[in-house]
């Protein structure tokens, strides 16, 4: 029976760079895929565009419960070996406003480069075979295939809607915190359907959880029926599940003040005093959102000056501030990656071990991040790093 130094469980971005990165050091290396081709999660990455990396590397975009380690995976050293790798398998970045992707803008280009690689190298991948039992006897063996090492990359419940990342786990006896969605829709018992499909383009959600401020996210603010969507509601959905209660406050013109949005109001009704609260503010915000907020304070829309200076304040209050309270979030199926997995304290981080002659890499573990290329980004440094292999 051939043994092999590793065998990879998982072809998705994260196993085809650990074993491009094992192969290219000299170890025998085979892969096996459940699904009927590699890196289908890829070819979906940033609308098909394939967002690799971004510019702005602090470690406030990234999430983990050991914090103080993340540093030691997300580090100039490594982020050089990752455009380094990049280069060395053929892929030509562009930037655009502090996002890379390959010039194409085809996640297609990425994965092709990357499979070609595997190919060049005469890297097996099985696919279709799915693990579901790992025997140890001085060796691994999965089926008819043994090796010294295993590697765990089996990604996440996301997208997929399912995983056998933690089973394994528990077969390898190896702790994890458990899986929870992210980057994904909020959800909230508060009705948006006069609202649903409409955009709100300069938001500002702050997320409250047991009563206190956790987290500031700005952007395009998409609503639907019964959630919230767009990139700054993705990068809190995470933080539902660590609280108990929790809802967001949405600032719907958080560049300007509070007392700048009554003096624009009042300053543009005299000057057109004819006009609707919502035509006056037409310019700034969808006049759907406009006329739904003022139906939330029990108002209708008519003109500025007809209104109480109650009232008026009451406009100004949740223009500013509109509570909404947090339900739940999407399923996995409808999430773009997870919060959880293996604990980076309980992985060696110089060569991702987390037990003897166990490795595990990608989703597998406790580290994740916001859109704009971050996951990407981990999913190949952890790749990278396996091993334990410095140049």
């Not at 700034?284 to 003109?303: A, H, M, P, Q, T």
Request: net charge neutral.
């Amino acid at each position: 029976m051939f043994m092999y130094d590793y065998i990879i469980i998982g072809a998705g971005v994260s196993g085809i760079v650990s074993a491009i990165n094992l192969s290219r050091h000299g170890n025998r290396v085979i892969v096996l895929e459940r699904n009927s081709k590699p890196l289908r999660k890829l070819l979906v990455t940033g609308n098909g565009h394939c967002n690799l990396y971004n510019e702005n590397q602090d470690y406030k975009f990234y999430h983990s419960n050991d914090r103080d380690l993340i540093s030691k995976i997300i580090n100039d050293n490594n982020l050089d070996k990752y455009k380094s790798f990049l280069d060395s398998i053929g892929i030509f970045l562009t930037c655009d406003n502090g996002y890379y992707y390959p010039y194409s803008k085809m996640s297609s280009s990425v994965s092709n480069a990357l499979l070609k690689t595997i190919s060049h190298l005469n890297i097996n991948i099985i696919c279709n075979y799915e693990v579901n039992d790992i025997k140890y006897d001085g060796c691994f063996k999965i089926g008819c295939y043994t090796s010294k090492n295993i590697v765990i990359t089996t990604g996440s419940p996301a997208w997929y809607g399912k995983s056998n990342t933690l089973n394994l786990l528990d077969k390898l006896n190896i702790d994890y915190i458990p899986f929870t969605p992210s980057l994904c829709k909020i959800k909230t018992n508060q009705n948006f359907k006069d609202i649903s499909g409409v955009r709100a383009y300069n938001a500002c959600l702050s997320f409250y959880g047991d009563g206190n401020k956790i987290k500031d996210e700005c952007g395009m603010l998409l609503f639907k029926d019964h959630e919230l969507s767009g990139i700054c509601s993705f990068n809190l959905s995470n933080l539902f599940y660590k609280y108990s209660k929790s809802y967001v406050l949405i600032d719907f013109l958080h560049d300007f003040s509070y007392k700048d949005v009554y003096s624009y109001i009042d300053n543009k009704s005299k000057m057109f005093s004819d006009r609707l609260v919502s035509e006056i503010l037409d310019t700034l915000l969808n006049y759907k959102i406009i006329k739904f907020l003022i139906k939330e304070v029990s108002l209708s829309d008519k003109c500025w000056n007809s209104y109480s200076n109650d009232d008026k304040k009451k406009i100004v209050d949740i223009l500013k501030g509109y509570k909404v309270s947090i339900s739940g979030t999407d399923d996995f199926k409808s999430s773009q990656t997870v919060s959880g997995g293996v604990r980076l304290s309980n992985i060696n981080l110089n060569t991702m071990e987390a037990r003897k002659h166990i490795y595990v890499s990608g989703e597998a573990i406790d580290l994740d991040g916001d859109c704009g290329g971050y996951n990407l980004t981990i999913a190949f440094i952890t790749g990278l790093m396996l091993g334990g292999y410095n140049d």
